[in-house]
């Protein structure tokens, strides 16, 4: 992204810089819609967004028993059929989607508000705390991300706001190395050093010139990071540290029918399997797309 500039301008040229930077978005949109694999994706997230909004309009409620007779395979009336209670699977696939993509909001947007802030002050002040900062995210980063959230939930108890914040928590390095990256790049700019010339503030500076040019490896990232706060989630409610039964939510799902496959009913684990394998894969391929077209460099070479 190009840089943010703090020197004085002419108004034609105010007007002309105005034009461009609302007629950023528009491109982008454009670049984006070309590209087929992150429409794909868009189409997969829509399909669960879509499913998860209308979840409640279904005859059945996800977490009523006794809908259906017991593990029903997928029927007319029960299009994924039923599980172990009677159960209607479809419902409770499409409920599961509203937790899981809440989920994934609420632990990036968890990331975000304490990784950003982290990476942009230790890359612009550098010094003692930057190397401090920087080590304690090192030190998060060594363990594995499923380990350090299973340790995580596991110190506050099982539930689904556990969940949440262990998946927020192991995603706040990811964050913060990127912004730092960013920052030390930044921070050598010219507008930085136009900046100071003029009497702005240091934290001026960096929340209204620096922090703006991190925006498109930020809003990649989360992106990416949906998809991998889903998966995680689902993993911890699967061994028990995450949702709990009959709580409608795909990890859930999958342990409460694993019992289930040797003797025939895949149904039970196959539909949140695919709930989940397909929701990550919609925002892979959106966050590779956003890469592409806002990193001017991966534009020029293709």
Request: charged share 15%; net charge positive; no cysteine.
């Amino acid at each position: 992204m190009p840089d943010t500039t703090v020197s004085a301008t002419a108004p034609g040229s105010r007007v002309a810089s105005a034009d461009q930077a609302r007629s950023r978005p528009t491109t982008a949109w454009r670049l984006l819609v070309r590209n087929r694999l992150a429409m794909v994706g868009l189409v997969f997230i829509a399909i669960w967004t879509i499913g998860a909004l209308l979840a409640d309009l279904l005859p059945y409620s996800p977490t009523e028993t006794g809908v259906g007779g017991l593990l029903e395979p997928p029927s007319r009336e029960h299009l994924f059929g039923t599980d172990n209670f009677g159960r209607d699977i479809l419902a409770r696939v499409l409920a599961g989607g509203r937790i899981s993509l809440w989920t994934g909001l609420i632990a990036v947007g968890i990331s975000l508000l304490v990784g950003v802030p982290i990476g942009a002050v230790s890359g612009f002040v550098g010094g003692a705390v930057s190397t401090v900062l920087m080590r304690v995210m090192d030190v998060l980063l060594a363990f594995p991300s499923l380990v350090l959230a299973m340790a995580i939930a596991a110190a506050l108890g099982p539930g689904l706001a556990s969940a949440m914040i262990a998946v927020g928590v192991v995603g706040i390095p990811e964050f913060a190395r990127i912004v730092y990256s960013q920052t030390r790049s930044l921070r050598e700019r010219d507008f930085v050093e136009a900046g100071r010339a003029i009497g702005l503030r240091d934290r001026t500076i960096l929340v209204r010139h620096i922090v703006p040019n991190t925006v498109a490896p930020i809003l990649v990232r989360s992106t990416l990071g949906m998809g991998y706060a889903i998966l995680t989630a689902a993993s911890l409610s699967f061994i028990g540290l995450g949702a709990q039964p009959p709580t409608a939510e795909w990890g859930v799902m999958i342990s409460d029918g694993r019992g289930y496959i040797i003797s025939g009913e895949w149904w039970m684990t196959f539909f949140p399997g695919i709930a989940i394998a397909t929701s990550i894969l919609g925002f892979n391929l959106i966050g590779d797309g956003l890469r592409d077209v806002l990193d001017p460099r991966l534009r020029t070479s293709r």
